[in-house]
């Protein structure tokens, strides 16, 4: 990994590129940061890979006229970010450059990578979410991806100090069993309502009707209470649905350091 990242030389595009993730494998809030930056700005492009979606190449999943596509075609986290952010352009493609040339054509004014700290031949500003761990080893012996090299500038942020969550459930019932497919799905433990099960399927997990009845008939449940990275996927199945909203709230410093 270091020689692949001393090989590499930033290509500048001419535009504000804004990578924000992490080095450890696993979740770690990404989305709803770039979602808080994001809509800071009038015409942000957010670009990902599309990680699950059952395509390939690149596709614009929304641009100023709205959702161009279904979950299927630009997967859940992709998704997310065309459903919450109304002014923004949201692109899938493996390859990165390709999608910041085509974001540059759609005239957005800003351009957030969704985990792209390894793709060290763009040019732009890297924030890394710091994700506590007591293994510091790299894969395949411990959680991290790679290093932070010490040629490399980033920006280093805590949740907690340079920003919070605030968590609402909408459209609770009575009796909801949680159901999710994210990464490190305990992290949601502080945020959760009262449940009368919990159901963890693994990350990016593709949902059926069928075992999501029979998780409401088994546990008795009114509604399944799911996050927004599950609920995209599972809105039209006719399932009775809690949503645990998260958002982010960042701090000036930190908007101050991004701007």
């Known amino acids: 990994m270091y020689i692949r990242f001393s090989l590499k030389k930033a290509e500048d595009f001419g535009i504000k590129i804004i990578s924000v993730g ?19 700005y009038q015409k942000p492009a957010i670009i990902l890979r599309g990680y699950g979606r059952k395509s390939t190449g690149m596709i614009v999943v929304k641009d100023e006229n709205g959702i161009l596509c279904d979950v299927e075609q630009s997967g859940d986290e992709a998704m997310i970010y065309a459903k919450k952010l109304p002014n923004a352009v949201v692109i899938v493609s493996e390859d990165r450059k390709t999608a910041i040339k085509k974001a540059k054509e759609m005239a957005c004014e800003i351009i957030f990578l969704d985990d792209a700290y390894s793709k060290h031949d763009i040019k732009k500003k890297d924030i890394l979410i710091d994700v506590k761990t007591q293994n510091n080893f790299c894969l395949p ?7 932070l090299w010490s040629a490399k500038d980033a920006l280093i942020v805590e949740e907690e100090v340079d920003f919070s969550r605030s968590v609402k459930v909408v459209d609770a019932t009575q009796k909801m069993s949680l159901v999710t497919a994210i990464a490190r799905p305990q992290r949601l433990d502080k945020y959760l309502p009262a449940v009368v099960n919990k159901h963890y399927f693994e990350d990016h997990h593709a949902f059926t009707k069928e075992e999501l009845l029979k998780i409401l ?8 209470l799911v996050t927004f990275k599950d609920y995209v996927k599972i809105e039209n199945f006719g399932v009775p649905l809690s949503l645990l909203d998260l958002e982010v709230k960042i701090n000036e410093k930190l908007l101050d350091r991004v701007s």
């Open 22 to 40: 992490n080095l450890t494998v696993g979740g770690s809030g990404k989305t709803p940061l770039v979602t808080a930056f994001a809509q800071k």
């Open 141 to 147: 012996s411990g959680p991290y991806r790679e290093r």
């Open 217 to 224: 008939e088994s546990d008795g449940a009114t509604s399944l």
